[in-house]
């Protein structure tokens, strides 16, 4: 695996796993807990979640949860293509309020580690999408919160053509001038 640091948000990770090909296919790992534990990323992952979009342009975020119950994440696409998107929302932070992006890619299996403390997104780039992400936290109803998707001081270069398709919810966060981040 190789492990490469997103300067734009501190402590956020794209990781790209080995892959063995032959003609019947591949091999590869996801995960290895002695390597994350040698960059000193998260090793424990006690929930694993996974959503099927199908069309592009579903876009999923920008979600958080606050504390006590913030999580950290570990997203890959299993099927298809995605841009994953992650805000810094830890006051203090060196980042804060900045935007990191990655495209998740099933071909390649890369995968994004996504610290506490961040705001997290996907938008679907291809028909037929799975992403899978880990997390350090069981979810937590109460300590939902997010971040308006497109608000122009984010500035996020979304990979979209016309509007995306959201949730009622997701059209309702705040934005970033309206929102108080509970990370302090």
């Known amino acids: 695996m190789e492990f ?27 995960y290895d807990k002695p390597l994350f534990a040698k960059h000193d990323l998260q090793t424990e992952w006690p929930q694993e979640n996974q959503s099927e979009n199908y069309r592009k342009g579903i876009l999923r975020g920008l979600h958080f949860q606050a504390p006590p119950n ?18 810094d929302i830890r006051k203090g932070s060196p980042t804060f309020g900045q935007y990191g992006s990655v495209v998740l890619d099933s071909e390649i299996q890369n995968m994004v580690y996504i610290p506490k403390g ?17 997390v350090d936290a069981a979810y937590a109803p109460q300590s ?5 998707w497109n608000d122009p001081k ?19 966060w705040p934005s970033w001038s309206e929102f108080e981040t509970p990370f302090v």
Not at 118 to 134: D, F, G
Not at 144 to 148: D, F, M, P, R
């Open 70 to 87: 913030t999580e950290t994440k570990l997203v890959r696409a299993v099927v298809g293509r995605v841009q994953d998107v992650f805000v």
């Open 118 to 134: 961040c705001a997290h997104a996907y938008l679907t780039l291809t028909e037929h999408s799975i992403v899978a992400y880990k």
């Open 154 to 172: 984010l500035a996020i270069p979304w990979q979209l053509e016309g509007k995306p398709l959201l949730s009622e919810k997701d059209t309702k």
């Open 144 to 148: 939902e919160g997010g971040l308006i």
């Open 4 to 30: 490469r640091s997103i300067e734009s948000v501190n402590g956020a990770w794209k990781i790209i796993p080995r892959k063995f090909e032959d003609p019947r296919g591949y091999f590869m790992r996801s």
